[in-house]
């Protein structure tokens, strides 16, 4: 079921709690996979992260279309869906159809991503280009136009636990800086309490979090927290 919710809607909704934090259900429990959603949701989360993986782009599978339509079904929570695929322009539009509400993919794998950012824009749902920490930020500025959301990555992108990177700060900064920037920044990798505040005070939008938030005993507690953390990088 394809989400009933418009790009602007959407979008909209994410700059009104930004800074925001977007739990990765990759550090969920996936036995238990409709009660973590459940239970994030009743944490407060605005929106849900989703780490799609193809074994080829990184070197780690995770779950794709199924798994993304399950959760469709559980929650009316934007769905960010993160594509660390080889040959994202074949399936954006089937996880637009599974119920994603933003759709990412990754600089490194399109020689152009124009045409497939505004493919995506299309079909409805927010645009999203991804950058690894050693590729440069020069080799995303002529695609920013297209960009709804621009994600920094903080760690080699394909698994959840990893040391944050600060070269994502650099990034951040300059995107926050640069006039033709509109999009909402989002960053993932090694955000927790420790790092958080560092990443809203470059000008991160979206906080994505796995470990920081799965890993605590009461999600309520940490899902607080580190929107407040977010929010006091901010004002700082
Ligand atoms: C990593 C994924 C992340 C991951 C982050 O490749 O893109 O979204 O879930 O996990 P943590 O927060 O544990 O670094
Ligand atoms: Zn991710």
Redesign the pocket.
């Known amino acids: 079921m394809p989400s009933s919710r418009s790009r602007e809607s959407i979008a909209a909704l994410l700059r009104q709690h930004a800074p925001v934090l977007l739990p990765?259900l990759?550090?969920c429990d996936f036995a238990n996979l409709a009660s973590e959603v459940k239970a994030i949701e009743a944490a407060g989360a605005h929106a849900l992260?989703l780490?799609v993986?193809d074994g080829h782009f990184?070197p780690?599978l995770s779950f794709g279309l199924p798994v993304v339509e399950a959760i469709r079904a559980l929650t009316d929570l934007p769905l960010d869906v993160?594509l660390?695929i080889d040959n994202p322009a074949e399936y954006a539009q089937r996880y637009r159809d599974a119920g994603a509400d933003c759709i990412t993919v990754h600089a490194e794998v399109l020689d152009d991503p124009r045409p497939l950012l505004e493919e995506i824009r299309a079909s409805g749902a927010l645009a999203g280009l991804s950058l690894n920490p050693p590729t440069p930020l020069e080799q995303i500025l002529p695609a920013l136009p297209h960009c709804d959301l621009v994600l920094v990555?903080s760690?080699?992108?394909?698994?959840?636990?990893?040391q944050?990177d600060p070269v994502a700060l650099e990034k951040l900064s300059r995107l926050r800086d640069d006039p033709d920037c509109r999009a909402l920044l989002e960053v993932?990798?090694?955000?927790?309490q420790s790092t958080i505040a560092r990443c809203t005070a470059a000008g991160a939008d979206l906080l994505?979090?796995?470990?920081?938030?799965f890993g605590a005993d009461d999600y309520c507690e940490r899902v607080d927290s580190l929107n407040r953390l977010a929010r006091s990088g901010r004002a700082g």
């Open positions: 990765s990759l550090a992260h780490d993986m990184v780690n993160h660390m990555m760690v080699m992108p394909g698994f959840g636990g990893q944050f993932d990798g090694g955000v927790n994505v979090a796995g470990t920081a938030v």
